[in-house]
């Protein structure tokens, strides 16, 4: 006999058997919730945990998406990455934010991102150098070097 109160529904691969009389919504979310990641990282297959923030949400016919703006912050380092949570994303959970589980603040953070950027704005001008010297130095190898502009790869 079957239920007819009773559903079978699959969520990222996994089937389970709902009772639509006492279904409770666990989790809201919207533009703007603030959520923790937790993915697998490339180092040692480890997983880790980052706050995010939910950014929008793409409603695809057969793949809906939730876009999520995450922080990882390392040692020297703090970088705003995009992750597009789905049904067939595997190793990434997402959770409601505890105000209490950011391990940082905003000053550090902020600061990690302008030392990235001065240290990318040494390395710019070094390699302009380089450029500059062969195109002046290596012309008695090759002949006259004209300089080009660059061009986005």
Known sequence: MEDKNIKIIEINGIKMEVDM???KVISNYKIGSK????????YNNE???YPGIIIGFDNFEKLPTIIISYLEVGYQTADVK????????????ICPM??????????DVE???SNTIVFKRKELTELQNKR?????????YFGEIKETEPELV
Do not use: A, C
């Not at 995009?82 to 959970?93: I, V």
């Not at 505890?98 to 000053?107: A, H, K, Q, R, T």
């Open 21 to 23: 009389r006492t279904v």
């Open 98 to 107: 505890n105000e209490n589980d950011i391990p940082f603040n905003s000053v």
């Open 132 to 140: 500059d010297y062969f195109i002046n130095n290596f012309n008695k």
């Open 82 to 93: 995009f992750l597009y949570f789905n049904s067939e994303l595997k190793d990434t959970e």
């Open 47 to 49: 997983m880790m945990s």
């Open 111 to 113: 600061k990690l991102m």
């Open 35 to 42: 959520v923790k990641v937790l993915k697998k990282t490339g």
